[in-house]
């Protein structure tokens, strides 16, 4: 305009010459038009020069109606729910998938190992472990008792460890009973038994003389001897009636180890105890955070990415990059969750478009809006200003002509 307004007042001096006059009214015609189109762009805005002209700061007085405006275009125009729909779809196709997460294979590994290590440090195992202890201990209290027992029952029979219980507890007897203080408690007991016996006549006269002649040591040297030989014999002889009695009492009993009330009570309030012995809670939150820092540190080492994490992406991108079908139902069911969420929360974008909107005062919004379109509005005054000059020149070479 400050072109077109030099040019009108300079070319006052030669109106009177042809050339002179169509250049006047060219610059007069211009000087119109950017005039005219700045008070119309300016009126959009704000009052031009402040004057309360009708029609003018249409922003302004009219922001609710421009906001609506905005957002229904955005909602039913530019972003509707078919657009965004078809976009999705076309990104969730399987070889753009699969195209995609070959090329950030290496994003995807970091991710993972990124993730890992989030999810290991954030995991509530104060919230966790008395949940799982719970579990535990119902799963333990809920045992079968007569199960467990008849498990053991078969396993002890089938391996021929009561057998082997037996060898070992009759090592053990001939342990101790070779000991000085066991041959010394067998004469005791012997001389007391044989003082005790109550025979008359000859039975009696042979009784006194074996009491006198056996000394408490021999008598327990003498049992001990035969109690050590059946022992031995016991342990080297499987057909040794002594053993082969015990051997089927002790079938028997496991046999009937399931059904014994006493042992299934006693193990039933065994099971009841055992966590509150164990201190199963406070045991499993410390083996649990012990097993957090090995894993996190675990996770932290290169290998992690590269022998396991690396490696399993990539053999997933190759198996559906052979098989993109694969891919179809996962990729249908994210379509589908998709398209729900675009339903549900479509009308949120016009809210979210309002609610920011509703966030500027008017003064801010024009001076984002010029910020924005600023060069675009001055070549608007520009464009009026050249189309004025032109116009004005062809009227003006009009005039003359007729």
């Known amino acids: 305009m400050g072109i077109m307004a030099a040019g009108f007042a300079a070319t006052f001096p030669v109106v009177g010459y042809g050339a002179g006059a169509l250049l006047h009214g060219g610059f007069e015609a211009g000087l119109v038009g950017g005039l005219a189109d700045w008070f119309a762009v300016t009126a959009l805005f704000r009052r031009p020069l402040g004057l309360p002209i009708p029609h003018t700061a249409l922003l302004p007085r009219n922001r609710d109606k421009v906001v609506r405006s ?129 025979a008359k006549g000859l039975m009696g006269f042979a009784v006194n003389a074996f009491v006198g002649f056996m000394s408490e040591e021999k008598l327990g040297a003498t049992l001990q001897n035969v109690i050590l030989a059946n022992l031995r014999d016991m342990q080297v002889f499987e057909e040794h009636p002594l053993r082969r009695l015990i051997l089927a009492e002790m079938r028997k009993a496991l046999e009937n180890l399931p059904e014994n009330e006493a042992v299934l009570k006693g193990l039933d309030s065994a099971k009841a105890d055992l966590p509150q012995r164990l201190n199963l809670e406070a045991q499993l939150l410390g083996w649990s955070e012990e097993l957090r820092q090995r894993a996190i540190a675990f996770v932290r080492e290169e290998r992690f990415a590269g022998e396991i994490v690396r490696p399993a992406l990539a053999g997933l991108v190759a198996r559906y990059k052979e098989e993109p079908a694969e891919l179809v139902p996962l990729l249908d069911w994210a379509q589908a969750r998709i398209s729900d969420f675009v339903e549900k929360n479509h009308s949120r974008i016009g809210l979210l478009v309002r609610e920011n909107l509703d966030k500027l005062d008017n003064a801010t919004l024009i001076e984002m809006i010029e910020d924005k379109i600023g060069g675009d509005l001055q070549w608007i005054r520009v464009n009026g200003a050249v189309c004025g000059f032109l116009i004005g020149v062809v009227l003006e070479g009009i005039n003359l002509f007729f």
Do not use: C, W
């Open 70 to 198: 905005l957002v229904s275009v955005m909602e039913n125009e530019f972003l509707t729910k078919k657009s965004i729909k078809d976009k999705v779809n076309e990104y969730l196709a399987p070889e753009r998938v699969v195209a995609l997460a070959e090329r950030h294979l290496d994003d995807a590994t970091r991710g993972v190992v990124a993730l890992s290590d989030y999810i290991l440090r954030r995991l509530p195992l104060d919230r966790v472990v008395p949940v799982l202890a719970r579990e535990l201990e119902g799963r333990i209290r809920g045992l079968d008792s007569a199960a467990a027992l008849r498990i053991v029952r078969d396993e002890t029979l089938s391996r021929g460890y009561e057998e082997r219980a037996l060898l070992f507890l009759l090592a053990k007897a001939e342990e101790v009973v070779a000991r000085d203080e066991v041959q010394l408690e067998l004469g005791n007991m012997a001389s007391q038994a044989l003082g005790s016996v109550q």
